[in-house]
């Protein structure tokens, strides 16, 4: 077994481990920081397949930003504290069962399936996709309009979270 091999095998042990525990761990906060992990070890899946773009992405986008507006928005609630008891019912083997049908019969379509099984057609042009998205970004004629409105957006979402978090003093 190569040392890439062993990575990955460990890299998904952790990132199912991890995503288990998004799912059966009790506190909100201690959930969103197994998702973060999570996440990372998808990141490290994009690494070891040489896709550094997107292990930059998952780590930038989903991790740096999605997960810590999760844990603002947990924090904000202020509901981290109260006692919350279990809401598993008597038939909760139901709904593992049937998990477990949906994740056989999607593995066995999937398995099936030829266009899963084809390799991608090799890229057309000689140029990095990156280079060309790059390009598209900033380009006049292209996508620099979207691209600014969006930032704007986002700026006016900041300020918005930090008029509603912020705490008025009486007096």
């Not at 989903?62 to 008597?90: C, H, K, W």
């Not at 398995?111 to 090799?122: E, H, I, K, T, Y």
């Amino acid at each position: 077994m190569s040392p890439i091999q062993v990575v990955f095998i460990l890299t998904a042990m952790t990132t199912l481990g991890a995503a288990l525990m998004v799912v059966t761990v009790q506190n909100l906060v201690h959930a969103a920081l197994w998702l973060i992990l999570s996440l990372f070890g998808i990141a490290v899946t994009f690494v070891i397949l040489n896709a550094g773009f997107l292990a930059v992405a998952q780590v930038v986008i989903y991790i740096g930003a999605i997960s810590i507006l999760m844990i603002f928005a947990i924090m904000l609630t202020r509901r981290v504290a109260e006692d919350v008891n279990p809401q598993i019912g008597r038939r909760w083997w139901w709904a593992a069962a049937i998990s477990v049908v949906m994740f056989v019969g999607l593995a066995w379509m999937l398995g099936n399936w030829s266009g899963f099984r084809s390799p991608l057609p090799a890229a057309s042009s000689g140029m990095d996709p990156l280079v060309q998205l790059g390009e598209a970004l900033v380009s006049v004629n292209a996508y620099v309009l979207p691209f600014e409105v969006a930032s704007v957006l986002l700026l006016a979402a900041l300020i918005g979270a930090l008029m509603i978090a912020w705490e008025r003093r009486p007096g």
